[in-house]
């Protein structure tokens, strides 16, 4: 190991997000060694190892350590805006009124067919930019707007071009089973035919597809059409996430669980069972409390079940121009100890270690430990809790991607 490329950050305070005795694993004078985008040395600063002592030294002015932010859930490709709905939501309407009055997820989709790749890419990369700006190091972004083999590809094609585009990690997860197209309005079994045959295979053998979601709702998909979907991932080898229990309980979680899916998403109406079969197959519960604060909604997800279960809570925006039109992981952070009581440190590590894992990508990213990915986050705050404590305002002092600012 040589010092050419790498360098020591000192004089900071580390969060370093790996779950232990210390809450927020925190480390009051910590260091941390990088080398060719990676972390050789994570942990106190007096016992930084002397083979790198001759390193280049970077002093970080006693800032706060923490991984980048991860959000695991966004909808942030789409053609469009819903401004409109959010003023008929204030009048009373629903969001199943709404859905099935040819709202929602179904005008986004006319707008989106409308739009070019281009337009898409030029639309989303000023949503990306305020995620990079509040220290994201990695976003999933979802189709799911398109509902058609061209246009699904063409929002994956897009979501793909932002990291081109920027530095950041982009996931990208297919959702065709997100709502039932106007031509398939009396036949949603067929849509899922052509979602099985046709869209997920070349989706897949274009290499545009990290992941598998689809929407279990009575106003979406059934569990037997979701079960369809997943089993065409599975034979694919793509992992499986879902969008379960938002709006009543049909047992997607459960569903999910048993395809050993990395993450069920929204959950305010998930159940014991559920809970249980989560937590049996390290299915990660992602919180989405901008679409909670959006549809005002008022039944809560069972975060006290989640935690005596020990399944892994993530955070995210759920960004979408609908109901969680958020591009702040700051005020998501925010809003999950607000709305859902959740603590800040459970919070940030929601949306560092918690996001990876639902990611896929706990191997490689969201704690500060050697062999991680160089993603850090460099904050003007005292302590971590001041992350989720704060609305309307960004400490962030630098972002690290891949050992670069």
């Not at 739009?115 to 990079?132: G, N, W």
């Not at 440190?345 to 270690?353: H, K, S, V």
Request: net charge negative.
């Amino acid at each position: 190991m040589t010092s050419e490329g790498g360098f020591v950050l000192s004089d900071i305070r580390l969060a370093t997000m790996v779950k232990g005795d210390k809450p927020y694993g925190l480390i009051e004078d910590g260091a941390l060694a990088i080398d060719d985008g990676r972390i050789v040395y994570s942990g106190p600063r007096e016992r930084l190892p002397t083979r790198f002592t001759d390193w280049p030294t970077e002093k970080g002015g006693r800032a706060l350590a923490t991984p980048a932010l991860i959000d695991c859930h966004t909808h942030m490709v789409y053609g469009g805006d819903r401004a409109r709905e959010f003023e008929l939501r204030l009048e009373g309407a629903s969001y199943e009124e709404i859905a099935k009055a040819g709202g929602g997820i179904l005008s986004t989709v006319t707008a989106t067919r409308a739009a070019s790749e281009d337009d898409l890419v030029e639309a989303a990369l000023p949503r990306l930019d305020s995620f990079i700006d509040e220290g994201a190091g990695a976003v999933e972004i979802k189709s799911g707007y398109g509902l058609t083999v061209a246009d699904e590809l063409k929002m994956l094609r897009a979501a793909r071009r932002l990291s081109a585009e920027r530095d950041v990690t982009v996931v990208t997860t297919f959702l065709a089973a997100h709502a039932i197209p106007p031509e398939f309005k009396d036949n949603s079994d067929g849509y899922i035919d052509l979602i099985c045959q046709e869209m997920l295979p070349q989706a897949h053998d274009e290499g545009l597809v990290d992941a598998v979601d689809a929407f279990c709702e009575n106003i979406a998909f059934s569990p037997v059409q979701v079960a369809r979907v997943f089993e065409t991932a599975d034979d694919l080898g793509i992992p499986v996430k879902l969008h379960a229990e938002q709006l009543s309980n049909l047992g997607g979680a459960a569903l999910a669980a048993g395809f050993k899916a990395l993450s069920a998403d929204h959950l305010e109406y998930l159940d014991a069972p559920g809970i249980e079969a989560m937590a049996e197959a390290g299915t990660v519960a992602v919180l989405l409390p901008g679409a909670f604060y959006t549809l005002r909604e008022t039944k809560l997800p069972p975060l006290q079940g989640l935690r005596d279960a020990g399944v892994p809570i993530a955070i995210a925006t759920d960004c979408n121009p609908g109901s969680s039109p958020m591009f702040s992981p700051l005020l998501a952070l925010n809003m999950a100890c607000t709305l859902f009581r959740m603590t800040p440190e459970e919070t940030l590590a929601g949306m560092t270690r918690e996001g990876a894992r639902a990611l896929g990508l706990l191997k490689d990213r969201g704690t500060l430990e050697a062999g991680k990915r160089a993603d850090i986050a460099l904050w003007d705050v005292q302590h971590p809790a001041e992350l989720a404590y704060r609305f309307g305002y960004n400490p962030l002092i630098r972002r690290i991607y891949g050992g670069e600012a």
